[in-house]
């Protein structure tokens, strides 16, 4: 996979306010504000920053946290998982393999297959609904 690299001042000419900050800053957005978290159509979540598929419609479940939340992504190789000590907490962050985007946070408390919860901002995200 080609990595994106770019500086912050490049991104944040690209992003707006919010989601630079949550894409490049690992800032959360507020529980049941984001614009995804009801969306019921099929199709696929592709990273905001830069279009690198991340998680199908297929995936996604009511986890009633207040965040889009998915039990597996697309590829296994599309987003790394790194390590998180922010807030004095041991958590595991979720990145876009491509452009290190902040996606969120994966919790093991998710529904079977996978038994994993891919915790989401809608921020991070960019809704491709597929043809009808
Ligand atoms: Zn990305």
Not at 96 to 102: G, N, P, Q
Request: charged share 30%; aromatic share 10%; hydrophobic share 25%.
């Amino acid at each position: 996979m080609n990595k994106i690299k770019k500086s912050n001042d490049e991104w944040k000419a690209l992003l707006d306010e919010k989601t630079f900050n949550i894409t490049r800053q690992s800032a959360t957005e507020s529980p049941f504000t984001g614009k995804y978290l009801n969306e019921k159509s099929k199709g696929l979540y592709n990273c905001v920053c830069c279009g690198n598929e991340l998680f199908s419609s297929n995936t996604k479940f009511e986890s009633g946290t207040g965040w889009p939340s998915f039990f597996e992504p697309i590829k296994k190789d599309n987003v790394t998982e790194k390590i998180d000590h922010s807030h004095n907490m041991k958590r595991i962050e979720i990145i876009c393999t491509k452009c290190d985007a902040h996606l969120g946070h994966l919790f093991n408390d998710g529904p079977k297959p996978t038994g994993l919860r891919y915790c989401l901002n809608s921020a991070s995200l960019i809704f491709k609904k597929n043809d009808e």
